[in-house]
């Protein structure tokens, strides 16, 4: 069998390769399909998904963080570093250890819900 760890990477590579898309005239032999269908098999059931192209491209430029973004899909559908970090607030806060020492931590972050939820 395939390792859920290794299977995931492997699904991933499948999905952008195309292996798993159904087209009317199939392209893919009988090994490659019957590959597939095991990697398949050993993600079913895992709480997550590696969604290849989900967002068309993240890019970052040399804009600053406090120049306008006009929105988060540009003319040719790109989705960029600096519109995500103005539609979500992330900031980096003090954290409290163990021994009661405040740190700053190491990356921003956010935690953003629907309305009236949290």
């Not at 068309?56 to 003319?75: A, N």
């Amino acid at each position: 069998g395939v390792s859920s760890h290794d299977a995931t990477a492997a699904r991933w590579a499948c999905d952008r390769l195309g292996l798993f898309t159904r087209t009317s005239s199939p392209v893919w032999d009988v090994s490659t399909v019957r590959a597939g269908g095991t990697i398949e098999r050993a993600v079913e059931g895992l709480p997550f998904k590696i969604l290849p192209n989900l967002v068309p491209s993240i890019e970052s430029s040399s804009m600053g963080r406090d120049e306008e973004v006009e929105s988060v899909d540009d003319e040719l559908g790109a989705f960029t570093v600096e519109a995500l970090a103005k539609e979500v607030p992330f900031k980096a806060e003090k954290l409290v250890t163990r021994d009661g020492k405040r740190v700053d931590e190491r990356r921003e972050t956010c935690w953003m819900a629907e309305d009236g939820i949290g």
